[in-house]
């Protein structure tokens, strides 16, 4: 029985295989479909399974197991009743029952033991199996889609990458999210996709603007490293305009001619900050581009009704009158 006593010796034998004149390289060996998939975290015992071909087994049969660095550390042989010899070297385990199933426990595992391993036997098949070693996500970041309006929907996305290695491993990852201090709030308030990478904030209202969101993300695999939480992200709600007032508050003044209007300051509750006109509605003239009414002393052609009218782009402009009665005396 061949001894396990170096790496190398390994290397030199398996280079040194010949079948019908052909030498037969490890990295050309194809890998029999399908390739199984392990996955494990660093410091970790992991296991390898494979199923040895019984095929025309007439006499004994090598397989080796070959690692991700082209290194062979394990083997077992076959005879054609099926009993088995093993040959490992430290950190490695290798056993074979009758079925053909060859179990190899690797010790430890870091990092740099993700990759490919095979079963390999000259002029059979290759049976492989991919190591993948998990790694914590990266941070996520949260971006919005919009700024939306009361009664509008906003969504947010939780984006984040693996760092689980090889890179080829296809998993996904599923999100968690936190509103102020409430994980994964439900009701009709907030919707999310099956991996929860979107939450749809729904009717959205003013008091919105104040919430604090953060997510993790956690790669989907029995035991998936869940990622550090995201820096913390709020959206801005457009409103308004509302509650347009008067400062003084009162909407009806009586003067006497040549006697003096304090000026009148309009206000509106709105987000972005809304603009106003004021309009005298008897003309149609503005009289004023600003919050402020500001008539002086007062004619008799300056009475009427004056209009305060609060406008934001994207919202439906408010109006409020003020009445100014001008008594003459002759």
């Given at each position: 029985m061949f001894e396990l006593n170096s790496k190398k010796a390994?290397?030199?034998?398996?280079?040194?295989?010949?079948?019908?004149?052909?030498?037969?390289?490890?990295?050309?060996?194809?890998?029999?479909?399908?390739?199984?998939?392990?996955?494990?975290?660093?410091?970790?015992?992991?296991?390898?399974?494979?199923?040895?071909d019984f095929s025309n087994l007439n006499s004994p049969r090598l397989f080796d197991i070959n690692f991700y660095d082209d290194s062979i550390k394990a083997r077992i042989t076959y005879n054609p009743d099926k009993t088995s010899t093993t040959d490992a070297l430290p950190g490695v385990s290798i056993t074979g029952d009758t079925a053909g199933n060859v179990v190899v426990t690797l010790a430890n595992v870091q990092q740099s033991n993700a990759g490919v391993y095979?079963?390999?036997?000259?002029?059979?098949?290759?049976?492989?199996?991919?190591?993948?070693?998990?790694?914590?996500?990266?941070?996520?970041?949260?971006?919005?889609?919009?700024?939306?309006?009361?009664?509008?929907?906003?969504?947010?996305?939780?984006?984040?990458?693996?760092?689980?290695?090889?890179?080829?491993?296809?998993l996904s990852l599923t999100y968690s999210w936190r509103v102020d201090n409430t994980d994964n709030p439900g009701g009709a308030k907030y919707t999310y996709t099956p991996s929860k990478d979107k939450l749809t904030v729904n009717n959205i209202e003013k008091e919105d603007a104040n919430k604090q969101f953060t997510c993790t993300a956690t790669e989907d695999v029995t035991g998936g490293y869940t990622s550090s939480r995201s820096d913390t992200s709020s959206f801005d709600v457009y409103y308004g305009p509302d509650n347009v007032a008067f400062s003084p508050s009162d909407t009806s003044y009586e003067k006497d001619e040549n006697e003096s209007l304090n000026q009148v300051t309009c206000s509106a509750s709105c987000y972005p900050t809304c603009s106003f006109t004021w309009t005298k509605t008897e003309t149609g003239r503005i009289v004023s581009n600003s919050a402020l009414l500001n008539l002086g002393r007062l004619q008799s052609s300056d009475a009427g009704t004056y209009r305060c009218t609060?406008?934001?782009?994207?919202?439906?402009?408010?109006?409020?009158?003020?009445t100014v009665n001008v008594i003459c005396k002759y």
């Open positions: 390994f290397k030199m034998l398996i280079s040194a295989l010949t079948i019908m004149g052909t030498i037969i390289s490890v990295k050309s060996w194809p890998c029999a479909s399908p390739i199984r998939k392990v996955y494990s975290r660093e410091n970790s015992d992991v296991v390898l399974r494979f199923s040895a095979t079963l390999a036997s000259a002029g059979l098949s290759t049976k492989c199996n991919c190591l993948y070693i998990l790694g914590t996500p990266r941070k996520p970041t949260v971006t919005v889609n919009k700024t939306p309006s009361v009664g509008e929907s906003v969504t947010l996305t939780c984006s984040s990458t693996s760092t689980t290695i090889p890179s080829n491993h296809s609060a406008t934001r782009t994207g919202g439906e402009p408010q109006s409020k009158d003020l």
